[in-house]
């Protein structure tokens, strides 16, 4: 059942972003479960390791603020390699902006810095023909709405990638990595509109005079906000050994 469910969430985010604990029930909103069943795990300052399958059945990553898959820090390295390893093994992972990327170059795959195909508000994403036979894509309409909020753009998926979605500024929106139940997304499927809305203007300071201009494109979501919930009724119904 899905209420068995125990999810571990990592961030990338300093102690005084206020975003953490909103990214939080994001997560246990879109995902549908209870706030017991998501334990956030400060990557900065945890320590990654092999417990993490024994005590969760998937791994979730999201946004990160401040920081870039990019940033040479010891932090995010250790991050790929856990990613790596996790994805390698098969164990569920759901992955979400930062954690697109994180997990694309983990297995592989290029990321590069591009400010000037950004995405931050609202934009429409388009299914690739793989997406058609996918245990979580394969509901979603050919073209829909998501949130985005990114300037770091996956350049080249990993060989054990398959091609989901697409977007005009970012051809790689979302991939399947191998066959496990391993997703991820440049979009956020964990975000509303209100809840992207309340993101922007929490970082109103490094849109500066685009900020109004991203307020206006914000728009609903709906096609979005089952994707989670459904990963989650997948393991639930398809439990990954241990």
């Not at 979501?221 to 050994?241: C, I, M, N, V, Y």
Request: include cysteine; glycine fraction near 6%; proline fraction near 5%.
């Amino acid at each position: 059942m899905r209420s068995d469910l125990r999810f571990c969430l990592l961030q990338i985010r300093n102690p005084s972003d206020m975003v953490r604990a909103h990214e939080v029930e994001c997560f246990v909103d879109r995902l549908d479960v209870e706030p017991s069943q998501v334990h956030a795990l400060d990557v900065l300052n945890d320590h990654l390791d092999a417990s993490i399958y024994e005590r969760f059945d998937a791994v979730l990553v999201g946004g990160s603020g401040e920081y870039s898959v990019l940033d040479d820090v010891a932090p995010i390295r250790s991050m790929l390699d856990f990613l790596g390893e996790t994805a390698t093994r098969g164990f569920p992972v759901f992955a979400s902006c930062f954690g697109f990327q994180a997990l694309s170059l983990a297995l592989g795959g290029e990321v590069a810095h591009d400010a000037n195909r950004a995405e931050v508000g609202t934009y429409e994403v388009v299914l690739t023909p793989h997406a058609g036979s996918d245990e979580l894509f394969g509901h979603l309409s050919e073209r829909f709405a998501a949130q985005q909020g990114h300037k770091d753009h996956v350049t080249r998926l990993p060989a054990c990638a398959r091609h989901l979605a697409g977007s005009e500024r970012s051809p790689f929106q979302a991939a399947r990595f191998g066959d496990a139940p391993v997703w991820a997304t440049q979009f956020h499927p964990e975000l509303t509109e209100a809840d992207n809305r309340k993101r922007v203007l929490h970082y109103r300071d490094r849109y500066a005079s685009e900020l109004d201009a991203v307020l206006d494109i914000l728009r609903p979501s709906l096609e979005t906000h089952g994707l989670l919930a459904r990963f989650a009724d997948l393991l639930a119904e398809q439990p990954a050994p241990k």
